[in-house]
């Protein structure tokens, strides 16, 4: 198993550019959810699914849309960046809403 | 909505010392509680985690977490850390909404 899997690494992204984050798990999980981590802020949740046809909107999540068209993908769509979304974004997924989730190696972000 | 209160942001510590650092969070009702740690360049990865029963739990390399309900805690405790524990420290809560601290980066001095 590769576990949850993300795309690319690191970008670097002019303002106004857009661009999709790729996340990919194979362990059947109905759940998955994307992250952005910010220094001394923690994990803000930005989107979630709960299964394939299924999202909705977590804490933070203006600047971004995603969908959800297999269990095993969960692309994160940035359609005009702004520094502000600048950050390290995670993603994650889960058997249960309750259960234990396991993240991905994260994709690096930089909007100048 | 619930939140997550981590209350040290950056602990400094040297080999051997013994480790506590402290979690707690503001939900009333029935919560899973995670400790995930984040070594440098690396993902998240669970160190423990309570869903019921003895309210002490044991981890990975020697981590332990205890559960107190009354004081809506659970902080985690290691008696002797190691140089290869530094790493950032972030505790999780989940009542069918999943909630991080905002994270405790450890150093240990070798």
């Known amino acids: 198993n590769a576990g949850v899997t993300q795309t690319p690494k690191f970008r670097i992204l002019k303002i106004g550019q857009s661009m999709t984050l790729q996340c990919a798990q194979d362990?059947?999980?109905?759940?998955m959810y994307w992250y952005r981590q910010d220094p001394g802020m923690g994990l803000k949740l930005i989107y979630y699914?709960?299964?394939?046809?299924?999202?909705d909107k977590g804490e933070v999540p203006n600047g971004y849309n995603v969908s959800r068209s297999t269990t095993e993908d969960f692309p994160l769509r940035l359609e005009l960046a702004a520094p502000s979304q600048t950050s390290v974004y995670f993603c994650a997924s889960t058997s249960g809403v309750m259960e234990t989730q396991y993240f991905g190696p994260g994709t690096r972000l930089l909007v100048l | 909505a619930q939140s997550v209160s981590q209350h040290n942001h950056h602990v400094i510590l040297s080999e051997a010392a013994s480790l506590e650092l402290g979690c707690n969070y503001s939900?009333?009702?029935?919560?899973?509680l995670f400790w995930y740690v984040q070594y440098p360049g690396q993902h998240l990865q669970l160190l423990l985690k309570y869903f019921s029963g003895d309210p002490l739990v044991k981890g990975i390399k020697g981590f332990e977490a205890e559960f107190i309900k009354s004081k809506f805690s659970f902080n985690l405790r290691k008696p002797s850390v190691q140089w290869s524990d530094t790493a950032e420290y972030f505790c999780a809560v989940n009542n069918n909404d999943m909630r991080f601290g905002a994270g405790t980066r450890l150093t240990v001095k070798p």
């Open positions: 362990m059947n999980h109905n759940y």
């Open positions: 699914s709960v299964g394939a046809g299924i999202t």
């Open positions: 939900y009333g009702g029935t919560v899973n």
